[in-house]
């Protein structure tokens, strides 16, 4: 019975159609952007599974992408189901030296290794349809991370007489690169995959929400400082803490769209006050004091790259400042005047211009940090709260959550 489930379901995955891994990919160097194809004669499943052999093809750049891999794919297909290798096909950009190639094989290995977790040991390339850009002096570089290096039987490198350096690949010759390389299990893989994925989604913000909480130190421009005021008792410059809610979306990557609201306050301010000829004297107790300012703008990210990225604000909005009043005494100390009474409430409003520069760090897809400095523009019509306007700069930390 056993025998006979076995014969059926070996026939069931006979006759299923296999699907086999291909895939057009992008490796961004030095701010340009190649495509290339990743592909394996085995299946889209087993290409999951970690440690395979892993070529880099080099195209002519004069040859269609696609039509090269085809033709290719018919000379491997001789070995399907034994072929177990994952093929790179890609064609060169135009670098400036040799040095620069080098560097772009190494990110380029690194990145589909974060994607595909092939044998490192083993990895080969193949310059049979385009001529390396490479002297004598850069093997070594190369054999860290490359095994072979298979070209054209009249490229100069056959004279370097490099082991590594040949015709064609010869399957039975085991060469390793001049650096080993530890093999890796499935599970590390699988989630090793999904953090390289993760972290690589991290600096994609089209069609991010976001929210922030921050809290900073506020100083006041000395040009919006007054005398002191003695309708309020209240100065507002001695009120540093600041709270910052923040929400925006990003409509590309690069841009997006910010809601502010920020809170200034303190309650029960009490005062001692002296004048500096020892004239008077004033004692009092106030409510407080609060400033509230609501702003709208625009955000560019001008740099993005993992968990970091650095950002600029500017909004506009409105800003409200309130001194609340109490009671107050006070003495003339060249007579005998003492005089109690009610202090004034002032309210004030104006509006503000707002510049900000800030960092983001990524958690993860859904936490950040933040930290940023902002600079304002606000003057009052009336003197409120020893100042003239709210202008000045701010120093912020704080977290953030985005989502999609």
């Keep these: 019975m056993k025998f006979k489930l076995l014969t059926l379901l070996l026939i069931f995955f006979n006759l ?44 002519n750049e004069q040859k269609n992408l696609i039509d090269f891999i085809e033709s290719h794919k018919n000379h491997r297909n001789i070995t399907r189901g034994k072929d177990q290798t994952l093929y790179y096909y890609i064609k060169f950009p135009r670098l400036e030296d040799e040095n620069e190639y080098v560097k772009f094989l190494d990110e380029f290995l690194n990145k589909n290794y974060n994607e595909d977790f092939f044998d490192r040991n083993t990895v080969s390339i193949d310059f049979k349809d385009h001529k390396a850009p490479f002297s004598c002096k850069s093997l070594d570089d190369l054999n860290l991370y490359l095994a072979k290096i298979i070209v054209k039987s009249n490229d100069n490198l056959l004279n370097c007489n490099e082991t590594y350096v040949l015709l064609k690949d010869n399957q039975n010759r085991k060469l390793k690169t001049r650096i080993s390389y530890e093999s890796i299990t499935i599970k590390e893989s699988q989630q090793k995959r999904e953090t390289y994925k993760m972290i ?37 410059n001695e009120v540093h803490s600041i709270w910052h809610l923040k929400s925006g979306y990003m409509f590309t990557n690069k841009i997006g769209g910010v809601l502010d609201l920020g809170l200034l306050y303190t309650k029960e301010e009490s005062r001692n006050t002296d004048s500096n000829s020892n004239v008077f004297s004033i004692n009092g107790s106030g409510n407080g004091v609060g400033v509230l300012k609501f702003g709208i703008g625009a955000r560019y990210i001008s740099f993005a790259k993992k968990r970091w990225s650095i950002y600029s604000d500017i909004k506009g909005g409105i800003l409200t400042a309130r001194a609340e009043g109490g009671t107050g005494s006070f003495t003339i100390f060249n007579g005998s005047i003492s005089n109690t009474r009610d202090i004034k409430k002032k309210r004030e ?47 912020n930390l704080g977290i953030g959550f985005s989502f999609k």
């Design 200 to 236: 690589k989604s991290l600096d994609k913000f089209k069609g991010t929400y976001f929210i922030a909480l921050t809290i900073g130190n506020h100083s006041i421009n000395s040009k919006n400082l007054t005398d002191f005021d003695e309708e309020t008792l209240v100065d507002i």
């Design 349 to 395: 409003k104006s509006n503000y211009l707002n510049f900000e520069l800030g960092v983001n760090y990524r958690l993860g897809n859904l936490i950040f940090l933040t930290s940023n400095f902002q600079y304002t523009i606000s003057n009052f019509k009336n003197d409120i709260g020893s100042v003239s306007g709210f202008g000045g700069y701010t120093i």
């Design 16 to 59: 299923i159609p296999k699907v086999y891994a291909q895939e057009k990919r992008t490796f961004t160097f030095d701010k340009n952007a190649v495509v290339y194809y990743f592909s394996s004669s085995m299946t889209t499943s087993f290409t999951k599974f970690p440690n395979h052999k892993a070529k880099i093809i080099i195209v």
